[in-house]
Protein backbone atom coordinates (compact mmCIF):
# COMPACT_ATOMS: atom_id res chain seq x y z
CA UNK A 1 0.00 0.00 0.00
CA UNK A 2 1.66 3.04 -0.90
CA UNK A 3 1.87 6.08 1.39
CA UNK A 4 -0.19 9.25 1.17
CA UNK A 5 3.01 11.47 0.00
CA UNK A 6 3.71 8.55 -2.37
CA UNK A 7 0.32 8.85 -3.89
CA UNK A 8 0.64 12.54 -4.11
CA UNK A 9 4.29 12.46 -5.62
CA UNK A 10 3.12 10.05 -8.60
CA UNK A 11 0.18 12.37 -9.32
CA UNK A 12 2.35 15.32 -9.28
CA UNK A 13 4.72 13.14 -11.55
CA UNK A 14 2.22 12.31 -14.08
CA UNK A 15 0.44 15.74 -14.40
CA UNK A 16 3.57 17.49 -14.93
CA UNK A 17 4.78 15.15 -16.89
CA UNK A 18 2.96 15.82 -20.39
CA UNK A 19 4.07 19.55 -20.13
CA UNK A 20 7.47 19.65 -18.35
CA UNK A 21 8.85 15.59 -19.23
CA UNK A 22 11.89 15.26 -17.23
CA UNK A 23 11.74 18.45 -15.47
CA UNK A 24 8.27 16.76 -13.77
CA UNK A 25 10.58 14.69 -11.77
CA UNK A 26 12.24 18.09 -10.17
CA UNK A 27 7.99 19.39 -9.63
CA UNK A 28 7.18 16.30 -7.85
CA UNK A 29 10.41 15.58 -5.51
CA UNK A 30 10.07 19.75 -4.94
CA UNK A 31 5.90 19.22 -3.62
CA UNK A 32 6.88 16.06 -1.98
CA UNK A 33 9.52 18.01 0.24
CA UNK A 34 7.35 20.88 0.58
CA UNK A 35 4.21 18.80 1.34
CA UNK A 36 6.91 17.43 4.18
CA UNK A 37 8.25 20.29 5.45
CA UNK A 38 5.07 21.99 5.85
CA UNK A 39 3.15 19.01 8.19
CA UNK A 40 6.14 19.33 10.40
CA UNK A 41 6.40 22.93 10.57
CA UNK A 42 2.67 22.90 11.65
CA UNK A 43 3.28 19.59 14.50
CA UNK A 44 6.74 21.61 15.57
CA UNK A 45 4.90 25.36 15.63
CA UNK A 46 1.40 23.50 17.45
CA UNK A 47 4.18 21.58 20.35
CA UNK A 48 5.89 24.77 20.74
CA UNK A 49 2.80 26.90 20.89
CA UNK A 50 1.39 23.75 23.44
CA UNK A 51 4.63 23.92 25.16
CA UNK A 52 4.32 27.61 25.93
CA UNK A 53 1.10 27.82 26.94
CA UNK A 54 1.77 25.27 29.46
CA UNK A 55 4.39 27.26 30.86
CA UNK A 56 7.59 24.78 29.94
CA UNK A 57 10.33 26.13 28.25
CA UNK A 58 11.64 23.68 26.27
CA UNK A 59 12.94 25.50 23.21
CA UNK A 60 14.23 28.54 22.35
CA UNK A 61 13.14 30.27 19.25
CA UNK A 62 16.96 29.94 17.45
CA UNK A 63 17.13 25.94 18.51
CA UNK A 64 13.88 25.42 17.08
CA UNK A 65 14.58 27.11 13.46
CA UNK A 66 18.07 24.56 13.85
CA UNK A 67 16.14 21.13 14.53
CA UNK A 68 13.88 22.52 11.80
CA UNK A 69 16.59 23.12 9.34
CA UNK A 70 18.43 19.74 10.12
CA UNK A 71 14.93 17.77 9.83
CA UNK A 72 14.53 19.39 6.85
CA UNK A 73 17.45 18.68 5.66
CA UNK A 74 17.17 15.00 6.19
CA UNK A 75 13.73 14.83 4.51
CA UNK A 76 15.20 16.25 1.72
CA UNK A 77 18.22 13.61 1.07
CA UNK A 78 15.55 10.80 2.21
CA UNK A 79 12.98 11.97 -0.91
CA UNK A 80 15.98 12.45 -3.16
CA UNK A 81 17.21 8.58 -2.34
CA UNK A 82 13.56 7.15 -1.90
CA UNK A 83 12.14 8.70 -5.35
CA UNK A 84 15.26 7.86 -7.49
CA UNK A 85 14.65 5.71 -10.41
CA UNK A 86 13.31 2.50 -9.13
CA UNK A 87 11.18 3.41 -6.47
CA UNK A 88 9.11 5.87 -8.97
CA UNK A 89 9.35 2.67 -11.36
CA UNK A 90 7.59 0.80 -9.04
CA UNK A 91 5.07 3.15 -7.54
CA UNK A 92 4.32 4.49 -11.12
CA UNK A 93 3.34 1.20 -12.32
CA UNK A 94 0.77 0.53 -9.34
CA UNK A 95 -0.91 3.67 -9.52
CA UNK A 96 -4.70 3.07 -9.85
CA UNK A 97 -4.90 6.25 -11.53
CA UNK A 98 -6.85 8.64 -8.64
CA UNK A 99 -8.74 12.07 -9.71
CA UNK A 100 -7.22 14.92 -7.92
CA UNK A 101 -7.44 18.72 -8.15
CA UNK A 102 -4.30 19.83 -9.05
CA UNK A 103 -5.11 22.99 -7.10
CA UNK A 104 -5.73 21.39 -4.15
CA UNK A 105 -3.31 19.23 -3.92
CA UNK A 106 -1.10 22.59 -3.96
CA UNK A 107 -3.44 24.60 -1.38
CA UNK A 108 -2.38 21.61 1.18
CA UNK A 109 0.97 22.69 1.95
CA UNK A 110 0.37 26.21 2.09
CA UNK A 111 -2.38 25.62 4.49
CA UNK A 112 -0.12 23.60 6.70
CA UNK A 113 2.34 26.87 6.77
CA UNK A 114 -0.50 29.28 7.06
CA UNK A 115 -1.18 27.32 10.59
CA UNK A 116 2.19 26.78 11.59
CA UNK A 117 2.70 30.95 10.84
CA UNK A 118 -0.31 31.30 13.19
CA UNK A 119 0.88 28.98 15.92
CA UNK A 120 4.57 30.96 15.77
CA UNK A 121 2.77 34.16 16.98
CA UNK A 122 1.32 32.65 20.40
CA UNK A 123 3.81 34.22 23.23
Same mark, same amino acid.
Given at each position: ??????????????????????? &????????????????????? &???? %???????? &???????? @??????? %????? &??? @?????????????????????????? @???????? %??????????
Amino acid at each position: MASFTDTNYIYIFNHYKKKYGKK &SINIALLYVCLLEFSFILAIG &SFLK %AFASQMKM &SVLSNSKF @WVLYTII %ALFII &SKN @WMRYNGRKRNILNAKNKHKKSSIFLL @WILPLGCI %AIALILLKVP
